[in-house]
């Protein structure tokens, strides 16, 4: 019996994939990703809860900021991650395996789900552009999302708990979590991986249709309608769109092509190895969806737009008034200041623009007709001069 442990230690040794000198460099990526998502997703999670809340909210924003919690607790588990690449000892690799992985793995899936509902919200503005189909109403939005969430956290604590109760004993530390996983968490890892993959299928099936469906109704728009707002307003429904199933494919398609493989064929010696870091790669790229997710955000939310611009321009304005002060001025630095100033007001201008196309109240529409249109074109045409005055300086 014993000799039988022995040969299962030393087989499962044998067969492991994992090479030491390649651990460093998943922590160093996983350490930029945490360094680079944390902060940017924090500014957006505060920007959707704080800002947004004085605005009358939408079926839009409700799956903006479910998919920003997603992303923002994505990152609040990628240190569990970053140890366990980084870390030999038996106890974080344990609680990953137990608790980090299925974290991971939670949000993953989240930002998916959430992609797939903003793509559908979309896609319904463009077929029901009055906006009085069931599923765009803020309590569908709110309903989906809470459902949504509960389907997502109950394998995850199933897993979670069958994991302590059946975990095997090992006499060594195990690379991967696999080497811990007793006979039914093996099956619940395989049923889990395939129906993870179904929704995943689903959710691409539908992404592409919802493109291809809006481009179609653009095209059709542009033949009848020319040049006017309606289609512009299609137009840029359609970019939108593109943005974000470009996203999608980029950051989950190569994992899904690797998942189902890994998960019935990780304790093959032959195809194991390749497959752990195909799906280890994999796994890194579709975590760096965190960082590509204000990508959406910026086009989608007028509002978070300009609350970016707003932040830029006031950051180098601080910077030129109160930080090149200090300094020898110059001619440039004279246009600078300027550029940076009518940048600074363009922005401070935009959200009566952004009132003036959510609006229909009559006295929004006045004061954007008479000062907001003025100051926005008054701003604009300074920027366009002091960039001629640089030009000409240099």
Not at 37 to 54: S, T
Not at 96 to 118: L, P, R, T
């Amino acid at each position: 019996m014993a000799d039988s442990k022995n040969m299962t230690s030393s087989f499962n040794q044998t067969c492991d994939p994992v090479v030491p000198s390649v651990n460093p460099f998943f922590v160093l990526v996983y350490s930029l990703v945490f360094l680079v998502g944390l902060p940017l997703n924090g500014f957006i999670l505060k920007f959707y809860f704080g800002q947004a809340q004085q605005q009358a909210s939408s079926s839009l924003m409700v799956y903006l900021k479910n998919l920003t919690a997603a992303d923002f607790l994505l990152c609040l588990s990628l240190p569990l991650r970053i140890a366990h690449c980084g870390s030999k000892l038996f106890i974080i690799r344990r609680l990953y395996c137990s608790f980090g992985a299925s974290a991971v793995y939670v949000n993953i899936y989240a930002s998916i789900i959430f992609m797939c509902y903003i793509a559908a919200n979309r896609y319904l503005k463009i077929v029901h552009p009055s906006g009085t189909h069931v599923l765009q109403s803020v309590r569908t939005a709110h309903i989906i999302s809470m459902v949504t969430w509960v389907c997502l956290l109950a394998p995850s604590v199933t897993y979670s708990i069958l994991f302590f109760i059946t975990e095997k004993p090992l006499m060594f530390t195990p690379s991967r979590c696999g080497a811990l996983f007793s006979a039914s968490i093996s099956l619940l890892f395989k049923i889990l991986h395939t129906l993870c993959t179904i929704i995943f299928l689903l959710v691409f099936i539908s992404m592409v249709f919802f493109y291809y469906s809006s481009s179609r109704r653009v095209l059709q728009a542009q033949e009848t309608q020319l040049a006017s707002s309606g289609s512009e307003k299609l137009v840029k429904s359609r970019r939108n769109m593109l943005v974000l199933v470009s996203i999608f494919c980029v950051c989950f398609v190569p994992y899904h092509l690797v998942r189902l493989p890994y998960a019935f064929l990780w304790n093959s010696c032959s195809v194991g190895p390749v497959l752990y870091y195909l799906k280890e790669v994999a796994i890194m790229v579709s975590v760096f969806n965190i960082c590509l997710d204000p990508v959406v955000y910026f086009f989608l939310c007028k509002t978070f737009r300009a609350q970016v611009g707003l932040l830029l321009n006031g950051l180098i304005l601080k910077f030129y008034f109160c930080g090149a002060q200090q300094q020898a001025s110059s001619s440039l630095m004279v246009y600078m200041k300027n550029l940076t100033a009518a940048d600074f007001l363009l922005c401070l201008s935009l959200p009566l623009r952004i009132a003036h196309y959510g609006s229909t109240s009559v006295i929004v529409w006045q004061l954007y007709c008479s000062f907001g249109a003025s100051a926005l074109f008054l701003n604009m045409y300074a920027s366009i001069l002091f960039m001629c005055y640089i030009a000409a300086n240099r």
